[in-house]
Antibody, heavy 113, light 111 residues
Framework: QVQVVESGGGVVQPGRSLRLSCAASGFTFRNYEMHWVRQAPGKGLQWVALISYDGNTKYYADSVRGRLTISRDNSKNTLYLQMNSLRAEDTAVYYC??????WGQGTLVTVSS | QPALTQSSSASASLGSSVKFTCTLSSGHSTYIIAWHQQQPGKAPRYLMKVEYSGNYDKGSGVPDRFSGSSSGADRYLTISNVQSEDEADYYCETWDINTRVFGTGTKVTVL
């Protein structure tokens, strides 16, 4: 059974940092391109970043490039999102996704003073 | 990069059919798209990919009443025999080598 579980969300002040994790099981993690997708309160889905199956290729949405960093550890079946210089507009539920298929339940990040 | 256009809302009576559209931007009419469903208060769920040819490939466990089709730059999702649990937001997604793009979503109301 596929499980994708995000963690690490919370309330953080503007300008501070946060690290999200995503633990995957039930599929061959090391074979899958992985994504972070976010959804601001009451809004639609926004793609944030992707990382290739081997971690060698990474792409970012323009709105987060230079502040957010995606990474993975295939030995631990875990995906990460390091979030620096956070802004109010980064407030959202952050979803981890394997390929197109495997969505997590999301973790809420609130950036507020 | 590609862009996607979706109508904001649609409605269907219980047991009827509903078809809604995702339109690819100019120059991207042959792109594959994916459909995702998001029920109220839940995470999104992958439904299917739809190709320019009209071929579609559903995700695991997606009911038979969901189908896809295509015409030119338009990609469609059809729900037959609409059930109450189909009330949800439906997002289309497409991609280029270095980006992923979502449509704004269609809110489907079951009457």
């Amino acid at each position: 059974q596929v499980q994708v579980v995000e963690s690490g969300g919370g309330v953080v002040q503007p300008g501070r940092s946060l690290r999200l994790s995503c633990a995957a099981s039930g599929f061959t993690f090391r074979n899958y391109e992985m994504h972070w997708v976010r959804q601001a309160p009451g809004k639609g889905l926004q793609w944030v970043a992707l990382i290739s199956y081997d971690g060698n290729t990474k792409y970012y949405a323009d709105s987060v490039r230079g502040r957010l960093t995606i990474s993975r550890d295939n030995s631990k079946n875990t995906l990460y999102l390091q979030m620096n210089s956070l802004r109010a507009e980064d407030t959202a539920v952050y979803y981890c996704r394997g390929g197109l298929d495997y969505w997590g339940q999301g973790t809420l990040v609130t950036v507020s003073s | 990069q590609p862009a996607l256009t979706q109508s904001s809302s649609a409605s269907a009576s219980l047991g009827s059919s509903v078809k809604f559209t995702c339109t690819l931007s100019s120059g991207h009419s042959t792109y594959i798209i994916a459909w995702h469903q998001q029920q109220p208060g839940k995470a999104p769920r992958y439904l299917m990919k739809v190709e320019y040819s009209g071929n579609y490939d559903k995700g695991s466990g997606v009911p038979d009443r969901f189908s896809g089709s295509s015409s030119g730059a338009d990609r469609y999702l059809t729900i037959s025999n609409v059930q109450s649990e189909d009330e949800a937001d439906y997002y289309c997604e497409t991609w280029d080598i270095n980006t992923r793009v979502f449509g704004t979503g269609t809110k489907v109301t079951v009457l």
